[in-house]
C-alpha cells in the first residue's frame, strides 16, 4: 500500500490530513502531513521530510504539495527519488480524498488519480433552488407549501 505525504505551508498540511481522517479515519497511519512555516529555512524543511519518509516505512509515497515553485514543492522535488516516490503539486481536499480512497493501487496509477481527482474537484457552480423546494413565482394564488 502507498503512503501519502502532505508538504504544505502551514497549517494547510495538517488540515488537509484532519479532512481526509474525518472521512476515512483508518487511513490515519499512511496520511503523514509536514506544515511548512514561515521563514524556515529549506534546508531544515528538507531535513524534516526526509525524517518523516523514512519513518513511513512503506514501499511507495505519494507526496502532495500545494504552489509548484514554492518551498514546499522544491523541498518534496529534493526529496522524491521518481521510482519510489512521485510529487503532485496543486493539493486540494477532493485531491486528498482520492489519493486515499485508492491508495492500494499503483503509484502510478495513483498518480493519475490525484490529477484527476484535484481537477475534477475544481468546478464553478450555479446558485440553486434549495432541495425539494418549487421555485417561487409571482402568482400570488400559488399555494407552495399546501397539501
Not at 49 to 71: E, I, K, M, N, Y
Not at 111 to 129: C, E, I, T, Y
Request: hydrophobic letters at 40%.
Amino acid at each position: 500500500m502507498n503512503s501519502i505525504f502532505i508538504i504544505a505551508h502551514a497549517p494547510l498540511a495538517s488540515a488537509l490530513r484532519e479532512c481526509a481522517l474525518h472521512v476515512f479515519p483508518d487511513c490515519a497511519s499512511g496520511v503523514v502531513a509536514l506544515d511548512v512555516p514561515p521563514n524556515e529555512p529549506p534546508e531544515q524543511t528538507l531535513a524534516v521530510a526526509q525524517g518523516a519518509l523514512a519513518r513511513l516505512g512503506t514501499d511507495s509515497t505519494l507526496v502532495l504539495t500545494d504552489v509548484f515553485g514554492a518551498t514546499p514543492c522544491n523541498v518534496a522535488q529534493k526529496l522524491i527519488d521518481g521510482i519510489h516516490s512521485r510529487l503532485v503539486t496543486g493539493v486540494n481536499l477532493p485531491m486528498v480524498l482520492r489519493t486515499v480512497c485508492y491508495c492500494q493501487e499503483p503509484l502510478d496509477a495513483l498518480v493519475s488519480r490525484a490529477v484527476v481527482g484535484g481537477s475534477q474537484g475544481v468546478m464553478q457552480v450555479a446558485p440553486a433552488v434549495p432541495q425539494n423546494q418549487a421555485k417561487k413565482t409571482d402568482d400570488p394564488n400559488r399555494r407552495d407549501h399546501q397539501q
